[in-house]
């Protein structure tokens, strides 16, 4: 069986795994528990996979290996003198940065299913254990409150404690039907990532603002990553201010050489999606010591302020035209002081691009992600664009389709920014007519993406679809960027042969003409019949 084949039967196994909870909620709202659930499978999978590694049986069965996991971790084991169950938890927290007691681990929970001893209030503990202080030992800072919105108690897991424990065994059952591990690559973290991309397709509008659809990632990914000053793709620190469930990160390590020098910064304002990113990380093999994931507002207290603050790749898609706090005092943040007005308070589209842009190390490239309206709306945001321009800090404006994204159906953009540019023109791709149309959003194939990347790196003008233009085009053009300024898609009427015309229309005339004789000689043919003549026979 093909990887692609394993890959598709177990993203649609773990989509089929939540029919237990999706009767009584929206997927906005069973979205944590599926993908909690899923998680936790991982690290208790994770914590007996490293305790074999630390203790040299990686060929011991598995009910063997959780029997020595428990002998381990008693406080009274001893071996040569050491208390064993110290030593453990050690390599546990030094390699996952977690531990989890022999009870608390899933297939210890399926256990008591099975044999119908479980409650609830044994995952609620087994969750609040990892997450906080356990007989001494703290798990790692990155692990609190990584399941804050596993709510075990609501009302929507169903009406009585009997009906909310078996919507949560009839889950993890499910769950623990399926091979999650004995799959090829990153198999189980692009399943992860599909199921993220489901529950933004069914919530939509609602709630599909914390996902960047895969396409839009690959090609802000792959052009973060090119480098033509230096002949190098190997980026060590990338850094997401609204980064959502992590994917665009994820999917910038995609394409360099060696995704394990990669040091992985985000902030997130909502706090369940922060800990979606924090779990997504984490299950693409990103260790808890290469990511440092905020909980915070970016745009109302500055993050990160201390080393490392600028990073070889700043990335982001970021919520359009939102409100934000622009008093005055504001034009003293660093970020924004160098252009002597702010974003309006309704629109928040280039502060999200200066805080980006701040962040940004001289020789790194940012993506951004926003609306037209950035590149032709006048008054401070005109100002602000052309003092970009002036600095010789935009590097490439591409235009997107509409509705592919799962919370807009309006046009998007990508904004390309450096601050080491080795000339002062701009790219315009117009990629908003090369799409294939879905039922519900329409989407980039693997063709269009590749085009745009590689007019991208070319940086020539392709007929009706891209324009490389100058400084002096632009300043001509009062520094509006509006894209149909500069690539003209414009497709004439086909020529008119006037006199073709004519003779189509005597040719029309003619025929009718005709066809006109033939209906007079077949009436004067006709001979009316009387019915009341003697000559009628019945």
Known sequence: MTDKKQSNQLEQALWSSANALRGSMDASEYKNYLLGLIFYRFLS??????????????????????????QYLDPENEIAGYKTRDITIKGLLNKNGYHIEPEDLYSTLIEKIKSHDFALEQLDAALHNLEVSTNGQ??????????????????????????????????????????????????????YEYLIAQFASDAGKKAGEFYTPRQVSDIISQIVTYQRDTGDDQ????????????????????HVDNPKLIQYHGQELNTTTYNLARMNLMLHDVSYEDMDIRNGDTLDKDWPTEEPYQFDAVVMNPPYSAHWDNSESRLADPRFRDYGVLPPKSKADFAFL?????????????????????????????????KLIEDNRIDAVIGLP??????????????????????????????????????????????????????????????????????????????????????????????????????????????MAQLQQELDAMTADLVETDVNSNDHKE
């Open 138 to 191: 703290t798990s790692h800072g990155d692990f609190a409150g990584l399941f804050a919105d596993v709510d075990l108690h609501s009302n929507k897991l169903g009406n009585s404690l009997r009906q909310r424990n078996q919507a949560i065994s009839e889950t993890m059952l499910a769950l623990d039907s399926i091979d999650l591990f004995g799959h090829n690559g990153d198999v189980l973290g692009d399943a």
């Open 354 to 386: 200066l805080h980006g842009l701040y962040h940004l190390k001289t020789n790194g490239t940012m993506g951004i992600v926003l609306p037209h309206g950035v590149l032709f709306r006048g008054a401070k945001e005109g100002k602000i664009r052309q």
């Open 45 to 70: 999978a994770k914590a007996l996979k490293v305790f074999a590694e630390n203790n040299r049986l990686q060929d011991v069965d598995f009910a063997d290996l959780k029997k020595q996991y428990q």
């Open 402 to 511: 509409a509705n592919i994204f799962h919370s807009t159906s309006i046009p998007t953009l990508i904004l390309v920014l450096k601050k080491d540019k080795p000339d002062s023109n701009v790219m315009f791709i117009d990629a908003s007519r090369e799409f294939e149309k879905g039922k519900n959003q329409n989407n980039l194939t693997a063709d269009n993406i590749q085009k745009i990347v590689q007019t991208y790196k070319d940086r020539k003008d392709v007929d009706k679809y891209a324009h490389v233009a100058t400084y002096d085009e632009i300043k001509e053009n009062d520094f509006n960027l509006n894209i149909p300024r500069y690539v003209d898609t414009f497709e004439p009427e086909p020529d008119i042969d006037v006199n073709a015309v004519k003779r189509s229309i005597a040719a029309l005339d003619a025929e």
């Open 235 to 254: 980026i060590r620190t990338i850094y997401d201010p609204a980064v959502g469930s992590g994917s665009l990160l994820l999917n910038v390590a995609q």
